[in-house]
Nanobody, 121 residues
Framework: VQLVESGGGSVQAGGSLRLSCGAS????????VGWLRQAPGKEREGVAS???????FFSRSVKGRFTISKDNAKNILYLQMKNLKPGDTAMYYC?????????????????WGQGTQVTVS
């Protein structure tokens, strides 16, 4: 399975961005898929994930500002980010692992995209 992110860019604080992640295979229907980010000098952290049944999970730092959704038919995962803050600046990665569980831990994810940069100033 290959994952390809798009939609990153530069935005001012308070602005919005929507990230997308396309998959080469049909995985979103039977996997946990999520977004993790890594800022310079920091460890990669889970931001949001959505499990096979469509339940969503968020880190405390983004809850209420970010929304995660997926289109199983089109094999696309989205991350809608609103009210962005400079602290959200990071490389954002799309990731997935098969199964019914959910997670925000990078060690649980088996498939990864190359990342898309988000810069908030």
């Amino acid at each position: 399975v290959q994952l390809v992110e798009s939609g990153g860019g530069s935005v001012q604080a308070g602005g919005s961005l929507r990230l997308s992640c396309g998959a080469s295979g049909s995985i979103y229907g039977d996997a946990c898929v999520g977004w993790l980010r890594q800022a310079p000098g920091k460890e990669r952290e889970g931001v949001a994930s959505i499990d096979a049944d469509g339940s969503t999970f968020f880190s405390r730092s983004v809850k209420g500002r970010f929304t995660i959704s997926k289109d199983n038919a089109k094999n696309i995962l989205y991350l809608q980010m609103k009210n962005l803050k400079p602290g959200d600046t990071a490389m954002y990665y799309c990731a997935a692992f098969r199964g019914k569980q959910w997670s925000l831990l990078q060690s649980d994810f088996d498939y990864w995209g190359q990342g898309t940069q988000v810069t908030v100033s």
